[in-house]
Each structure stands twice: as structure tokens, then as C-alpha cells.
């Protein structure tokens, strides 16, 4: 079929899917993938899918956007990078990517219209479900119904695999804690009311009096206020199980689902932290089958919470074998990948994942593992075994050289390889500048995600048959780490521009490489700053309404310009800055306010 008939093959699946969960709008995010690539699929989204409703920090960009949400990127990145790749030329698949709150959509949709959601995945089995916390559709199973795929939760995009959590294990009191928001669902599914059915009310008026115990609701950072006016407003909650502190940690935590399961137990298991969680059978999350009841952690049901808890927290040697046994569970047989290789150490997982979708065609058992005997008499085979390890690929010649020319083994930035029919991302070793906010935040937003776009619907579809460019997408302090180079290591970098033509180096803040001429080097692209795509900027008074005289705000922040001075010297001489300077030459001038601010 051309390509043409299969956009509309796709259009017609979208609403096929919207009429088996009888609604008229998604929750989630539609690909095509094809053997050319990667097509976002316009469908009717619920407005509260908008960026900025669940992604802390960052901008409300109105209804399109859950797209943005950065797991929705990471996912659109693997769909690109791996799946596109693997599809024979005559085959279409289409992926939902379920965003916050589209479990409890896809929950609902299976459970009460389940003969139609089974008829249209008779109908369509090249439609696969894409979500970090699938609810369980069996919970007698573990069965979380058909090609739908677990990735990893968002939140690990923002923690490192390695970061401990604090204080560390030795350091805290014995006992028991937990924090968590005022929500959950109970048996119905219902949200409100009926709070005071939910686990984690159950559970956290349980714990009320339990001797070094510290259950209570609070110490949630975005959705806290909320919850709590929710709440509070009914009555459900009295003051006595409200906290406003941060919990003073102790030795045990525990693990309670809410509205979907809670997002801090790989963290927890993954610093050796002994977790006991109350077993709701409703979600589950990509790597439970790989954990062990008994062995990395205890899961219990909420009428025996309190007394497996207090167990726990008096046996110091089984506090101290569970750690340790979850700790290396998570680093060796989920993880397996190291940070340094990838953009972020769950780059080579997710895409491991999305490689192998095929896989997921098979019914299995997705909750954490059970004695032998309970498991063999489940009616669905066990999870297979861990996905093979992911291959780190070698880079093409074009950017060995360039690291060569840099004189650096990593990179401050991404490189992207761009053909007629099809662009992937190059995996090289990203240096430690590019980690955290810089990388696992900023790439995963706006510029990043405009940038994938236009490469590959603007800059790829005009290229020849026979072109293959690069374009290396420098990101926040690459500036410095290029600029810094580019003087130190500049004939080094003329040449490898002369041997490698196509390619191109994008950045929203280029150094001027040549300031008396202005030449910013080359096949250097500048491009919008990502505060351009924001929306949200307050709207400036009118000049009428200003008060007389001038004004500046601005972080301490800044280089030394003169020459002699190291180009990436940001720490010495501060006082010889641009910025120092002219706010030092305001002091005493009337009608000034130029000073420096917080940021």
C-alpha cells in the first residue's frame, strides 16, 4: 500500500480504539511506525494530558501537548531509533503511548467494555499499549492484556541508577516510614468519595500508635496541596494521620499504592532500602516479575502490614540480606547498563524493550514472583528471562573523528544521523556535563523534540538518495566545552570540518569563534533558545505605565573576556565580567535599580 492509504488505515484504528473504550477522546499519545519511520497520529486528546499539569518546572503549552511530557519523548526516541528500523517495508504497527492518568483509562476501558476491547485487538494486532504502570487486568493472572509493553516510569529519566537515597541505610533510626499523597482508588475504581476504603487510608490508620512507626499522609511536593484541600474538605482524613514534616527515614519503608502504584520503590530497591509493600492487585511495573517475594522485598496484604513490618524492622540480618539481595537485583539483572554509555542509563533499556515489542504479543505473568508452587499453578507462563544486552554499537567514522578533533573521549551533546528515509540518534559517550538537569532534562523538552521534527520531516525528505549528514545538537554548557575547544584545538577542528562537510553542529547559544569578524565556525546552525517555545512569559507593562530610569536582574554568572584569560574560566576573576562590571558602574547613579538576583 502507499503511504497515503496507510495514514488512513491508521486514522480508521484511532477510531476504532476510541470506540471499544466508548470515548470520544485519548489519553495518551498515537505513533505509526513504519520501515520510513516515525508519524505522530492526531487523535482527540483529554485536555488535562497538557504538559504542564504533571511535569513539574516546565510550561503549560495547552492542549497539545502530553506529547512533550519527557517519557513520551524517550519512547517517541526509541520508536525512532530501534523499532522504525526493524519493520519490513510492507508492515505498520501503532503505538499508544498512555500518559498520566491513562492507566486508570485503559483500566476502565478493559474492565467494563471488555468483550469490545478484546474484538479490536482481534481486529487490529499491530496495535501495541505503551505505558509505565499497567494495571492488572487479571489480578488472579497477573495479566495485564494484550501487546501492551511496561517501560520505565518517567521518574527514572530524573534520578540516576546509582544515586543513593538519604541518609544512607546504617544511619537511620529502626522502625518504620512512610509518606505518600491522600489519594487512591478502592475496590470499584471510584475516586470520590469513598477515600477512607482506599489501601493507603487503611493502611496509614493502622500504623496510628504503633510504637517507632511514621505513617502518615504528607511530604508529597506537587500534588499534596491538592489532595489535602480534597480530602480535608470531606472530612476523610482527621489531622492526627497529617504530617507536614519530611519523615525522619527509618530502616523500613513501605510501599502503598495510590491512584497507580508508587514511584519511589525502584529507587528505594535500587539503594538497598528493605521496602514492604501492601499488595493492592491492581498495577504492576516493568521489572516485577524480575523481583522475588521474601527476597528483595516482602509484599504483603494490608491486614498484616503492621505486624510484617515491625518483623522486618527488629531482624537486622534480614533488613540486611533483603538490601543488599534488591540492590544488586536492580543494578545487575534489570538495569545492566551503565550511565556513562547512554544518554541516561535507561537509553539502552527502553530501547531493549521497544526492540523486542514482538515479544509482547505473548500473554505472561507480570506481578512480583511467588513461591514456585503458586507460581505453577498460574494459567499464564512466567515473564520470560531479562532481554539480552543491548550492543553498544560503534559510532561512524565521522564521529570518532570528531571526538578525535576535540581531543575529548565524550561528548557535551547528541549526534543525529540523518538519511532520505530515516534518521537515527548515534549513540556516544556523553560526559558528565551533560548529565542531570542538562541533559535528562532540557534534551527530553521543547528544543530537543522541535529539533527530532524538523530533521525529520523538513531536512530528511529533501535530502538525495545517496546524502547522509550529521547534525551534533550541543546542549546547555556545551557552549563553553565548545568554545573552549575550538580555541585550544582549532586547526584540529578546520580539518575535521574539511574531511566531514556534512557535518552540522546546532546550538541555541554559540560562542563567536572569531569576535572580530563574528564567525561562529563552521556549519554551526543557531537555533531558538528553549525559553522560545514557552507560552507562559509574563506580558510586559505598557512603556506609559514604567517608571523613569533603568533596570536590570541577573544571575552572577559569567566569563572573563579579556584574552589572557581561560575561555572556560567561569570561577576566577568574576570581577572582570561584563556583568560585574556594568552592575558595579551603576552604583549611586539616580534612578538606576541595576543589581544582581537570585535565580
Not at 544511619?171 to 475504581?189: I, M, P, Y
Not at 551534533?472 to 586547526?491: C, I, P, Q
Request: proline letters at 7%; charged letters at 25%.
Amino acid at each position: 500500500r502507499g503511504m497515503d492509504d496507510a495514514h488512513s488505515s491508521t486514522e480508521s484504528v484511532v477510531a476504532d480504539l476510541l470506540n471499544a473504550s466508548g470515548s470520544d477522546e485519548l489519553l495518551g499519545v498515537v505513533y505509526e511506525v513504519t520501515s520510513l519511520g516515525v508519524r505522530h497520529v492526531v487523535a482527540p486528546m483529554a485536555s488535562h494530558c497538557a504538559a504542564g499539569d504533571y511535569l513539574p518546572g516546565t510550561v503549560d503549552l495547552g492542549g497539545v501537548i502530553g506529547m512533550y511530557q519527557p517519557r513520551a519523548l524517550h519512547v517517541y526516541e526509541a520508536l525512532m531509533q530501534d523499532v522504525a528500523f526493524n519493520v519490513a517495508s510492507d508492515e505498520i504497527f501503532i503505538f499508544y503511548v498512555l500518559l498520566d492518568r491513562g492507566e486508570m483509562w485503559y483500566e476502565q476501558s478493559v474492565l467494563k467494555r471488555r468483550d469490545a476491547f478484546r474484538a479490536f485487538s482481534e481486529m487490529h494486532p499491530n496495535v501495541f499499549f505503551v505505558t509505565w504502570n499497567p494495571p492488572l487486568v487479571d489480578p488472579d493472572t497477573g495479566f495485564i492484556g494484550a501487546n501492551v509493553i511496561p517501560v520505565p516510569d518517567w521518574t527514572d529519566f530524573y534520578l540516576h541508577s546509582d544515586d543513593p537515597l538519604k541518609p544512607p541505610y546504617e544511619s537511620r533510626a529502626n522502625g518504620v516510614t512512610w509518606r505518600g499523597g491522600a489519594e487512591g482508588r478502592f475496590g470499584g475504581g471510584g475516586v470520590a468519595p469513598g477515600f477512607t476504603a482506599t489501601d493507603r487510608y487503611d493502611v496509614v490508620s493502622r500504623f496510628q500508635g504503633v510504637p517507632d512507626a511514621d505513617v502518615k499522609f504528607g511530604f508529597s511536593r506537587w500534588q499534596e496541596p491538592v489532595h489535602r484541600a480534597n480530602v480535608t474538605a470531606r472530612g476523610d482524613v482527621p489531622d492526627a494521620l497529617w504530617s507536614d514534616d519530611a519523615p525522619a527515614y527509618r530502616k523500613v519503608q513501605l510501599d502503598i499504592d495510590g491512584y497507580s502504584s508508587a514511584w519511589e520503590l525502584r529507587r528505594m530497591l535500587q539503594s538497598g532500602i528493605p521496602v514492604v509493600k501492601v499488595d493492592s492487585r491492581r498495577f504492576v511495573q516493568w521489572f516485577y516479575p524480575e523481583l522475588e517475594n521474601g527476597e528483595h522485598l516482602l509484599v504483603v496484604d494490608a491486614d498484616s502490614v503492621v505486624e510484617a513490618a515491625a518483623a522486618l524492622a527488629l531482624d537486622k540480618g534480614r533488613c540486611e540480606a533483603m538490601a543488599k539481595a534488591a540492590r544488586a537485583r536492580m543494578h545487575d539483572r534489570i538495569y545492566g547498563v551503565r550511565g556513562s554509555e547512554y544518554a541516561t542509563p535507561l537509553d539502552g533499556l527502553t530501547r531493549r524493550i521497544l526492540r523486542n515489542f514482538r515479544s509482547y504479543t505473548t500473554p505472561r505473568d507480570w506481578r512480583i514472583r511467588r513461591s514456585s508452587q503458586a507460581a505453577a499453578a498460574s494459567s499464564l507462563p512466567p515473564a520470560p528471562p531479562p532481554l539480552p544486552e543491548y550492543v553498544h554499537p560503534k559510532p561512524p567514522g565521522v564521529v570518532t573523528d570528531l571526538m578525535e578533533a576535540l581531543g575529548a573521549d565524550v561528548l557535551l551533546g547528541v549526534v543525529y544521523e540523518v538519511r532520505r528515509e530515516r534518521m537515527r540518534r548515534i549513540d556516544a559517550r556523553i560526559g558528565p556535563g551533560g548529565a542531570g538537569e542538562n541533559l535528562e532534562y532540557k534534551l527530553r523538552l521543547l528544543p530537543a523534540l522541535e529539533l527530532i521534527d524538523a530533521l525529520k520531516n523538513v531536512v530528511a525528505p529533501s535530502l538525495k538518495e545517496d546524502e547522509t549528514f550529521y547534525f551534533y545538537h550541543l546542549l546547555d554548557d556545551g557552549d563553553k566545552w565548545y568554545e573552549a575547544r575550538v580555541r585550544s584545538r582549532g586547526k584540529q577542528l578546520s580539518s575535521f570540518s574539511a574531511k566531514h562537510p556534512n557535518m552540522f553542529f546546532v546550538h541555541w547559544n554559540p560562542p563567536l569563534v572569531d569576535r572580530g569578524t563574528g564567525f561562529i565556525g563552521e556549519n554551526m546552525i543557531p537555533i531558538p533558545d528553549w525559553f522560545g517555545f514557552r507560552t507562559d512569559l509574563p506580558v510586559p507593562r505598557p512603556c506609559a505605565e514604567r517608571k523613569r530610569g533603568v533596570v536590570w536582574r541577573g544571575a552572577t554568572s559569567g566569563r572573563r573576556i579579556e584574552a589572557a584569560a581561560p575561555a572556560d574560566d567561569v570561577t576566577h576573576w568574576y570581577n572582570g565580567t561584563d556583568r560585574y562590571r556594568a552592575v558595579a558602574a551603576f552604583r549611586g547613579v539616580p534612578n538606576a535599580d541595576v543589581k544582581f538576583n537570585a535565580v
